[in-house]
């Protein structure tokens, strides 16, 4: 599915089509250029998925987690990984398929080797100043991935 979105509202709703759409364990990979979108995409979907905290992004401590009444979200950006080991210290492997939450991640193509099988892909694009193209991929494996 593609989406443009011209503004924060646009990128919400097309956050809201994808909460619609998932379920407790899935994980969403978000690839995109700096400032394409994809903490403003989260945020959306923490919204979307009845989170009323302040969503921002975890650059500096890899992961943010934020608790709904029915799924929590366990945001992740791994801009600033170094090494795939940090994740196993981190504990990443328990929220892999957690059964109370999702997880949504950002700059994955850092750390290839630990996503899961199957996965939710969504590519944005900029197209200007504020215009983004969400590209939105259900049930994607590693296979679909090149790096």
């Known amino acids: ?29 978000l690839k995109g250029d700096l400032g394409a979108g994809k903490t403003n995409f989260t945020k959306g979907l923490a919204k979307s998925l009845g989170i009323e905290e302040i969503v921002t992004s975890p650059t500096f401590t890899i992961l943010n987690e934020h608790y709904g009444n029915d799924l929590n979200l366990y945001h992740f950006d791994f801009y600033r990984l170094e090494d795939e080991n940090e994740l196993k210290e981190l504990g990443f492997d328990e929220f892999i398929g957690k059964t109370d939450g999702i997880c949504v991640i950002e700059w994955f193509e850092k750390a290839p080797s630990i996503l899961p099988k ?27 991935l090149n790096f």
Not at 11 to 23: D, E, G, P, Y
Not at 121 to 141: A, H, Q, V
């Open 1 to 29: 599915m593609e989406y443009i979105s011209n503004n924060e509202n646009d990128t919400f709703k097309i956050a809201q089509v994808v909460a619609k759409n998932i379920k407790a364990g899935d994980v969403v990979l």
């Open 118 to 144: 199957t996965f939710i892909y969504i590519e944005i694009e900029k197209l200007g100043d504020y215009e983004r193209k969400f590209i939105i991929s259900f049930n994607k494996g590693k296979n679909d």
